[in-house]
T-cell receptor, first 113, second 114 residues
Framework: GNSVTQMEGPVTLSEEAFLTINCTYT??????LFWYVQYPGEGLQLLLK?????DKGSNKGFEATYRKETTSFHLEKGSVQVSDSAVYFC????????????FGKGMKLTVNP | ETGVTQTPRHLVMGMTNKKSLKCEQH?????MYWYKQSAKKPLELMFV???????ENNSVPSRFSPECPNSSHLFLHLHTLQPEDSALYLC?????????????FGEGSRLTVL
């Protein structure tokens, strides 16, 4: 079946550090891939997405590239800020679309000044 | 009000109580979802409604009962819950079916079962 595996953390970084959150997936064909973020006390919100191989999603300084050959969608940011402290979820929907968005377990990031 | 609104934000109930969670979306979407978020576990999809018709029920215990009276409102009725049902319950909506993965979430209802 479809699944997502991501770093679970928690991770603590200093401001301006480089961030990588690994995400790999299992799915047939070409799923769509997503990163969602959950800030403290809030619901999840879409951060970025990619719908086909080699696509790069980007938003708010974050980037992730859809790598079919390694079935990965790692999230990166060159210089994190305190305001990036949140829980980050990798997710996929199967090729062709589905009501079922499959999430990873989420990774909590804390950024200290 | 904009986006997806959930009430109450916090709820404490005993195992014999009956309560309901409410969700309202102001985005004109045609699909709504209930997710359960527990610590150290992936988000669990509980129910999906598309055009007010339930299209998925992921083997959720019958003590959880959803209701979708129209495309803007979604309820989760709770009765005789167990302590392990304590979690954050998230409502979400989306614009279209099939789901492209772009869900809009509410802030959640934090449920504690004593």
């Amino acid at each position: 079946g479809n699944s997502v595996t991501q770093m679970e953390g928690p991770v603590t970084l200093s401001e301006e550090a480089f961030l990588t959150i690994n995400c790999t997936y299992t799915a047939t064909g070409y799923p769509s891939l997503f990163w969602y973020v959950q800030y403290p006390g809030e619901g999840l919100q879409l951060l970025l997405k990619a719908t086909k191989a080699d696509d790069k999603g980007s938003n708010k300084g974050f980037e992730a590239t859809y790598r079919k050959e390694t079935t990965s969608f790692h999230l990166e940011k060159g210089s994190v800020q305190v305001s990036d402290s949140a829980v980050y979820f990798c997710a996929l929907t199967p090729q062709g679309g589905s009501e079922k968005l499959v999430f990873g377990k989420g990774m909590k990031l804390t950024v200290n000044p | 009000e904009t986006g997806v609104t959930q009430t109450p934000r916090h709820l404490v109930m005993g195992m014999t109580n009956k309560k309901s969670l409410k969700c309202e979306q102001h985005l004109g979407h045609n699909a709504m979802y209930w997710y359960k978020q527990s610590a150290k576990k992936p988000l669990e999809l509980m129910f999906v409604y598309s055009l007010e018709e339930r299209v998925e029920n992921n083997s959720v215990p019958s003590r959880f009962s959803p209701e979708c009276p129209n495309s803007s409102h979604l309820f989760l009725h709770l009765h005789t819950l167990q302590p392990e049902d304590s979690a954050l319950y998230l409502c979400a909506s989306s614009q279209q079916r099939p789901n492209t993965g772009e869900l809009f979430f509410g802030e959640g209802s934090r449920l504690t079962v004593l």
